[in-house]
Each structure stands twice: as C-alpha cells, then as structure tokens.
C-alpha cells in the first residue's frame, strides 16, 4: 500500500528559493519541504559570493543596479523583470537580517558598523553585501534552523521526485497540479503527495557537464518534471561557466569565488603573464561569460589543463580576513593564497534558462509555481550578472508566497490520486548500465556542448542524447526507480533541451558562442521550447 500525505502546500527542494518560501507561508499554511538529500546539500549552502542588492543609496542606485544587470544579460533580459527584482532587493537583504543571517560588518572612519559591501564582476559599484566567504552557508544554515522551528512545516530529507501529478495525466477535465509521487531513498518507497500548491524550488542542472561547481543533488530534477507535466522551459543554451574552479584532483568542484578577482586577483597565464586585457577592457572584472571564454582560449591556444589565479600581491591579513574559507581550503589542498597563485579551471556552474514563470513565479499548470534557479523569469537574460541569483530566489520565492496566501482558501484540496504502480517492474540487476550511460552523458556535453561550440558538434551530441534517452527509457519502463535512474532520466531529458536550444540559436549572444555564427543577430529573442502533449 502506497503511503499518502496531504499537505496545503507542497515544495520541492530546501535552498535559499524553498526555504524562503517555506518560512513565508508557515504562519498561514500546513507545508511539505522536501530535499532530496539533507536539507543543506543543495547550492546555496557552497554559494561564496553574496547578494547583490542597492544597500548605499549615496554610491549606488537602483537605476545602476538595472542597468548592470541589463549590459551583463547581453539583450534577453526582460527590463520589467528587472526592475521588479533589483527595486525588492533592499527589503528582502533586511528580511534576511531579522531573521538573523550575520552578514560582515566593518567600522567605518568614525567607528561605526556597516555592512560590508565588495564588487564582483559586472558591476559598477560595490554592492555585493555578503557573510564573509560563505554567504550561502550563513543563509541556509540560519533559514534551515527557522524551519525546524516551525510546527507547521514537516521536513522530508533524502525525498526525490519521481514525476509530478496533474489533472490531464489523471484524465480530469482541469489540468492543475495535484501532488507529485516521491521515492523515499532510505525505504526505496515511492510515496504520494497531494497539495493544493505545489513548488518546484530545485536548482539547476550543473551535474549534466563533466566539470561543475555545482553540488551532486543538481541534476535538473525541477526542469525534468515540469517538461513531463507539460510546462514550457526557455532559454536553455545558457549555461555558465564559474571561471574559476580550483584545479585539483581531489577537489573537482571547489568554487574560487568571484569577489577573489572582484578584490584585485588577477588572472596569469601558466608562465606568470596577465592576459584578460587582451580580451576585454575590463579585464578581472569582465562578465563572467567573457573571463570563461578567455581562459578557455588560452587553455586550447597553449593545450593547458589551467591558468592561475593570484592575490597573493595584497596583503596577507586582507586575503585572510575576505577569504578565510577559500585560504583554509586551499591550504589544505597544498596552496597558499598569500604567497602564491593557484590552478583555476572554468566549470558548469548556473542554468540561466528554466521552466517559464510570470513575476509571481506561476507556470503554465495552474496550482505548480517554480522559484530559484530552476525558474526562467527573465532576469538574467543571456548572462547572470554575479551575485543576482540568490537575489532572484528571495524576491521570486516572497513573490510567489503572496501569490498563495492571495488564493490559498480558494483551492479546494485535490481528489484522491492513484498509488504508484510498480506490479510489472522488477529490480534492477544491470545497475552498471547507469553508471555508464551517466559517464558518457557528461563527457560528450563537455566535450560538445561546452563553452564554446559549433553546430557539427551539436549535433553529434544531439544523436547521442537520443541513443542514450531510448535507453533510459526503456530501463525505467522495466525496473524499479531508484534515485540514480531518476536523476539520471532527469538530466538526459535536461542534456537533450540544452541542445536543443542551443541548435535553435543561430546567432552567439552572451553565454551562447558557437563558431559558426560568432556575430548577433539583429533580431532578438527567447528560446521557448513547448512539450509536444501541450503543443496546439
């Protein structure tokens, strides 16, 4: 017997995007968090960085903020979007302050505290408000405490959503989300979950590149499932690469932040040579697209394995003081950052595109709303702007909670749902399959669909994706689901939309370069991909 909960609100995925959500709607609402592992394996809990937001209206303004952000996204941003994220940014930066975040402070001349603010690329002010090295662990780990607090939310670690639930797929004549089936990974019990809201708030797909900064829950699980329940998803092509990972091999994914570069590091060829000025007048500061394909040039021009990343010219208590988590991690790895520069490499790091939501964060099905990187809004256009992406998970993720606290007494709870049926599967004694086709998915995105591209090797990619998609499709039809098949399911179909969208573009605009059309196009639009079962 399949075990059922219901629940008013139902939300998947435990960052800054599903805590903030949770913490909105706990005085109000009975809520399902889910998080398929522990509630801080996710992103945010590894994002250094910080916020940007405008906190020094005497150096900076919003109007700045805005036009930042709408240079970096290269034209795609939505300008509307924009100014509707930057305006809400301050008062979401003084919610995360009451609720107890201990962002830096320094004295100023006349002795008072004030927030520390630091410049990261793409900006033209410093406005970048952080907790030292280790924003997003500051973050979740103070929102993750307030949520064990809350009666009303029941926390459900170690949870992986198999698919979602909706009307059309139950054959009802209103296609709204209803609930999503979800494997327990501890019981391997698929278990229904009925909710009146449902939230996708599961980040992005780093995992489906060879080389990621990104954590091992980020598989694309969010974007999956919404394609499956017949959401649009944009923009997909755009992928950025962080342009410095440090290159180590025991150390595949550690994040060198940008605030190293943002505070005067500077990027040296492996002889000890700069070289950013010859690619953009900005040099150390360029958009993180424009660093990314510098260093991927000179890597191929000079068939390294890395550049290196060096600050030790400052002095050794300011890089000690800004970066203690980088300078301990690095010492640890052999590498001291205050006397010597370190390996970097650029890696996979955000997913620009996502499923399509409005400003509330409401997608295509009625009652499933989509928050945090997983989400297309609009904001980042065809760059992300340093240090806006968890900007975007708090004002979406408040929007979205006032969105359903507008509606939540409206909704009647959902009809009974069938249990998940698995009389005709069996366990799976080929588990190597996995593994393989796993490996192979992430090195031919690397190799094919990486920073830079030409549409030979997109298409060779896009043969692959399919032998592999007729594959995986078979094996789930005929064994049961464990959490390496769905994740792997999931970012086979994610691989397959990349692609897809990036043989659309024919053009090379910000995070998209392909060699064969190296110019942009004079018209300029989104990549909007339709699921076939929602198509006219």
Aim: proline share 5%; hydrophobic share 40%.
């Amino acid at each position: 017997m399949t075990q059922e909960y219901y629940y008013d609100v139902l939300i998947l995925g435990t960052g800054a995007a599903g805590l903030t959500l949770a913490l909105s709607l706990a005085d109000h609402a009975k809520i399902a968090l889910c998080s398929k592992a522990e509630i801080n394996s996710g992103s945010t809990q590894y994002a250094q960085g910080g916020i940007s937001a405008v906190l020094d209206d005497q150096e900076d303004s919003i109007a700045s903020h805005v036009e930042d952000t709408l240079v970096a996204g290269a034209g795609l941003c939505n300008p509307e979007i924009v100014n509707f994220t930057v305006a809400n940014g301050p008062e979401r930066i003084h919610w995360l302050i009451q609720q107890g975040v201990p962002f830096t402070e320094y004295p100023n001349s006349k002795g008072y505290f004030h927030y520390h603010l630091t410049r990261e690329g793409g900006h033209s002010h410093r406005r970048v408000i952080h907790a030292e090295d280790a924003t997003g662990k500051a973050i979740s780990d103070t929102l993750s405490a307030k949520v064990r607090q809350k009666a009303n939310i029941d926390l459900f670690e170690r949870h992986i959503t198999v698919d979602l639930i909706t009307g059309q797929k139950l054959g009802l004549e209103t296609n709204r989300c209803l609930g999503a089936y979800i494997l327990n990974r501890d019981t391997s019990k698929v278990l229904t979950f009925r909710a009146r809201f449902v939230i996708l708030a599961t980040g992005g797909a780093g995992k489906v590149y060879l080389y990621t900064s990104n954590p091992d829950v980020a598989t694309g699980d969010g974007i999956a499932t919404a394609w499956r329940a017949g959401c649009r998803i944009a923009n997909m092509e755009f992928i950025q690469f962080h342009p410095t990972c440090l290159f180590h091999p025991n150390e595949k994914s550690f994040l060198v932040s940008e605030a190293v570069r943002g505070e005067g590091g500077k990027l040296l060829l492996p002889d000890g040579q700069p070289f950013m000025e010859r690619f953009d007048p900005r040099a150390e500061l360029a958009p993180r697209d424009v660093v990314a394909r510098a260093i991927d040039h000179e890597m191929k021009r000079l068939g390294g394995e890395y550049v290196l990343l060096d600050i030790s010219h400052k002095p050794n208590t300011f890089i000690i003081e800004h970066f203690p988590n980088i300078y301990q991690r690095c010492l640890e790895l052999g590498y001291d950052i205050t006397q010597q520069p370190i390996p970097v490499v650029p890696a996979a790091h955000y997913t620009c595109g996502g499923v399509v939501t409005n400003k509330q964060g409401c997608t295509d099905i009625p009652g499933l709303y989509a928050v945090g990187e997983v989400a297309f809004t609009g904001l980042h256009g065809a760059n992300r702007m340093a240090s806006n992406s968890l900007l975007e998970c708090l004002v979406f993720a408040h929007a979205a909670g006032q969105e359903i606290l507008k509606h939540l007494n409206d909704i009647p709870p959902p009809p009974l749902i069938p249990e998940w049926d698995e009389s005709r599967v069996t366990n799976s004694d080929e588990e190597v399959v996995v593994a393989h086709n796993w490996e192979e998915l992430r090195r031919f995105m690397w190799d094919y669909v990486g920073i830079v591209r030409t549409t030979k090797r997109l298409q060779r990619a896009k043969r692959r994706v399919d032998m592999l998609q007729s594959e995986i499709h078979e094996y789930y039809s005929n064994f049961r689901v464990t959490n390496d098949l769905i994740e792997l399911r999931n970012l086979t179909l994610v691989a397959d939309l990349i692609i897809r969208s990036a043989l659309q573009r024919k053009e090379s605009r910000g995070l998209h370069y392909t060699l064969d059309y190296p110019n942009q196009d004079s018209v300029i639009q989104n990549t909007v991909l339709t699921p076939p079962a929602v198509e006219d």
